[in-house]
């Protein structure tokens, strides 16, 4: 019985493995201010790129950037939370159904 919980345990680690290494390819875009700030994500929510359009760089403009930047980025960051939250509840419920629970 232990010998099966190590090997269903290795496979759970291996699965999170996969799981991670997909989440770092997913790509998530959102922008704000009519695309004068783009950001990229990936599933793992790091940032990986931000896009700002030249006219948003003027100084009076700086509060503008600011919140457009805040928004863009908690946009991408919600939607790679939903994706990062629903690959780790598929590997959840595979060792739950694994172990018979």
Not at 41 to 49: E, M, P, T
Not at 58 to 63: I, Q, S, V
Not at 86 to 92: F, I, S
């Amino acid at each position: 019985m232990l010998g099966n919980m190590m090997e269903k345990l290795q496979e759970m680690q291996q699965k999170m493995k996969e799981s991670k290494e997909r989440l770092d390819r997913l790509r998530i875009e959102a922008e704000a201010g009519n695309n004068a700030v783009k950001v990229v994500v990936n599933g793992n929510r790091d940032l990986k790129s931000i896009e700002i359009e030249p006219s948003m760089c003027l100084p009076e403009r700086r509060e503008e950037l600011e919140d457009f930047i805040v928004i863009a980025l908690n946009r991408a960051l919600k939607q790679a939370e939903a994706s990062w939250e629903t690959e780790m509840r598929g590997n959840a419920g595979g060792l739950l159904s694994n172990m018979g629970v």
